[in-house]
């Protein structure tokens, strides 16, 4: 699995086809993300050609399921559908939160890594359930930063960073990004990816939005491998003070 | 006053001229701040020479003046020797937290407009200052993220907001940067530029960190003009959850 | 299960018996959690003693389990031993995190409720696993602040509240506390009750520090019951600014 | 100047003078802040009364005063009609922000510290300017946590430990404090005590709200004084983890 960008776009919540296609390009993604239970065929099959046109791979989801039984399921059905072995496994605990639920979530990570997929797992911020998903076997783990759809960036910082620390797989931040600077300190995190699709799609200006967010995780890529400046608790002149003319 | 680049870039802490010139090349910046007071000649004469090489146009500042006193004089040196009226004004109250003193400062800049300067006014995270500065007729307020050189960021995003909504002149932020997300978020918030010195010349690799710094200033200016999606306190799925087939 | 004061306070950590005496007594804790696998039977003796004769009422917990099964077997020793039906129900992941294993947790707390205990479950700050734990019957939900020891304090306050506000039984935050202000912070988030150890034991002064909880915890609820101001981007004076006399 | 209670309560929001006795009576303080501009002579008189019923002692301030003139007027007016030489300077910039404006605040703090006022000066949040005031000889500095009214609690604690570790006078944090947990922590950050209004007779319930501070003010100040633990960024169990049986 290899990309020169380092952002995924979901599709979820465009508000038109043409809307999402300036959006994908202005991202400069190479990645999508498409829910395969939200869409009939007409639009879907719409929605397919959209992408498979702007040269963009397709990464289906699981969203909108709620136990492992479903989730195994609609990735069989994605794989025959799409020819795909790749799949974004959700699994939510209720549909107010839209959390994943720990025990579903790794039970169809079993079973679909058994069944020879390549699994993409969106999970909560637990560095523990992030090692358990690893042992597990899948691809990469996709911890949130907040819940979907809120926009509130990333919660517990402490806790990405934790999981990036421990992971042997690429993590991906998933959830809750609302601006560029959320997705800069994801990828200074040690992030490897960003995924995001309302802070996109649900923006004043979705083209512009994306244009932003390719920029932002550049920019959080290079700061993270540029290596920051240590956090100081008092000033520090950037010269030395000396050499100064008398006045 | 018009740059492509929002980004402006001081020539403090940089180990090397060398090492200097390639982030600054690699910044993109087109306007860097130069401190008068802490030059010898040789060294200075090097220093310019190097700046008008790259055509990035010089911002002398007033780094290590106490008072106004010194600073109107420093600033009037650096108009004798750099042929320019812009200066950075630069009036700190003491040499352990670097932090503006808003007396000196407000004398300083008074009598420098009256000189006929262009001041770009260095000033803590005040918004009463800030307008008072205004209304002295500075060409635009500085105001600082965290003391000069500790890489803390911006320590008081809603000072800085206040400040933007109420200026009518270019906000910059001014010191305290130390990563990529701290850039794109005073973007975020309003500002028109970033200026930032050891944030990229003490970073591990400068020249990179320079490029991060210059994707994060375009990402948050784009997505101040994008119009972010609001703040939720709860989840939203990212398309209606209907329209799922039967499993 | 009532107590009046909220705050409970572990043993853990405490250089002496005579240290942790005092400290308990300034806490004001009426409850007190004892690990079952941290004590020969001598010293374990004195420190229940000590317990018993202060009129604490004693929590054992299962601390260093890392399996349902070896947390089972610690509770079901810890009844024989103690005559208490009450169990803190931890299983952690691995000795560098001390994080809660979701897993092995859920079937720990299901063994542990069929066979009767009254079980307080440890674990993250993940909402949708708070609900499982709750509808296996758990009789209080024990979120984590921050890591074990790491005096974080509270680093996702949106969890907890979401917790707290999706709980049908009492929410205790349970590691991480570092000082006073998280104390209060937790209570005010809609937590029944603050549980910490290290925070008080290995202050530099325990006995006062347990005195500042004691304190902190009470402000917390008080403020929570009192109904705080809502929070305003601008400001707003406390009263009219008019009726000013002439000057 | 010493008092037993480390909270200081204003009386500015308070819909009743009834609601307003019990509320300071619930908070425990012994001394109170009045606005000189805003009474007319009657009810100046009834509250007068009420306070000095408390034995609560007067600090009479110069709120809505935005200049150095007015300010020194006021408190002179204070001075005669109080017989106190107590005031709380306030000097602000504008009706909108509330914010202190610095210049006007230099110049009163110094007219009234040579017409032998004991001066608390209302404050930003500055180090730099802090320190001014102390050197004018005010006999407090009250920086703001967040502009007044706001309930934002404190915007800047590192600006606030800075002003604290360099003050040689009593720092009392003086706006913004919307909760108990805020109050606690402006303690814990080092300050000598706090002051506040609305946050306790805009609450719900005044009087539980005061109770509320009152408590968390001695809890902060107790973790002040007590030596908090240090963060840790990784985990650390509260005991050894040898000594487990075999199971």
New interface residues.
């Given amino acids: 699995m290899s990309f020169h960008s380092r952002l995924f776009m979901?599709t979820?919540?465009a508000p038109s086809l043409y809307g999402l296609a300036e959006a994908l390009i202005a991202s400069g993604t190479e990645l999508t993300t498409v829910?395969m239970?939200?869409?009939?065929s007409a639009s879907a099959g719409s929605l397919f050609g959209l992408v498979s046109d702007l040269g963009v791979r397709v990464l289906p989801n699981t969203?909108?399921c709620f136990t492992a039984?479903?989730a195994v399921?609609?990735a069989e059905?994605a794989r025959d559908a799409l020819e795909t072995d790749w799949i974004k496994l959700e699994v939510i605990?209720?549909?107010?939160?839209?959390?994943?639920?720990?025990?579903e979530l790794?039970d169809a990570a079993e079973q679909l890594v058994s069944r020879g997929f390549v699994v993409f797992a969106y999970t909560?911020?637990?560095?523990?359930?992030a090692?358990?998903l690893e042992r597990l076997g899948v691809a990469a783990v996709m911890p949130l930063g907040?819940?979907?759809?809120?926009?509130?960036g990333i919660?517990?910082p402490?806790?990405i960073a934790?999981i990036v620390e421990r992971s042997g797989v690429p993590v991906v931040l998933d959830a809750g990004i609302?601006?560029?600077?959320?997705?800069?300190?994801a990828m200074?995190l040690g992030c490897d990816a960003v995924l995001l699709?309302?802070?996109v799609?649900?923006?004043?200006?979705?083209p512009?939005?994306a244009?932003?967010?390719?920029?932002?995780v550049?920019?959080?890529?290079?700061?993270a491998?540029?290596?920051?400046?240590?956090?100081?608790?008092?000033?520090?002149?950037?010269?030395?003070?000396?050499?100064?003319?008398d006045?």
Same sequence: chains 1, 2, 3, 4.
């Fill in positions: 979901g979820g919540g829910a239970r939200r869409h009939d969203a909108g039984r479903e399921l609609t059905l605990a209720d549909d107010q939160t839209l959390l994943p639920d720990a025990l790794l909560n911020d637990d560095p523990a359930l090692v358990r907040a819940p979907i759809g809120t926009g509130l919660l517990n402490h806790n934790l609302g601006t560029a600077s959320d997705a800069a300190l200074e699709a309302t802070a799609t649900r923006a004043q200006d979705p512009r939005m244009n932003a967010f390719r920029h932002a550049i920019a959080g890529r290079l700061a491998e540029a290596g920051r400046i240590p956090r100081r608790g008092r000033a520090r002149a950037s010269s030395a003070m000396d050499g100064r003319p006045l």
